[in-house]
């Protein structure tokens, strides 16, 4: 059994940026992949980012590539998901998601443990 808790979110400018967090329980955090979902009001979620249980492997979607970046603290069991140059768009609930021995890639299904969310809201 892992808990997810997200931190961080809260209202930031157009421009500017962000980092999340998301504390896991347990001791066999290592073993998980790690991944950072997005949804907006009225549209399906969204998979930000992904990083693999040996953090070896990062994945992102074109939309947020080269602005968001993902890292993770095994001896603290926390994954971070560090936001540049937001956008309005970006305005969603963030969460986090954990895969057993997976390696963070897009596909929602593989994650079994979830946080609750945190929300994230831009404004011009």
């Known amino acids: 059994q892992v808990q997810l808790v997200e931190s961080g979110g809260g209202l930031v400018q157009a421009g500017g940026s962000l980092r999340l967090s998301c504390a896991a329980s347990?001791?066999?955090?290592?073993?998980?992949?790690m991944g950072w979902f997005r949804q907006a009001p009225g549209k399906e979620r969204e998979f930000v980012a992904g990083i693999s249980w040996n953090g070896r492997r990062t994945f992102y979607p074109d939309s947020v590539k080269g602005r968001f970046t993902i890292s993770r603290d095994n001896a603290n069991n926390t994954v971070y998901l560090r936001m540049n140059r937001m956008t309005l768009e970006d305005t969603a609930v963030y969460s986090c998601?954990?895969?057993?021995w997976g390696i963070g890639n897009a596909d929602s299904r593989q994650y079994t443990y979830w946080g609750q969310g945190t929300q994230v809201t831009i404004s011009s």
């Open positions: 347990g001791r066999t955090f290592r073993s998980y992949a």
């Open positions: 998601a954990a895969e057993h």
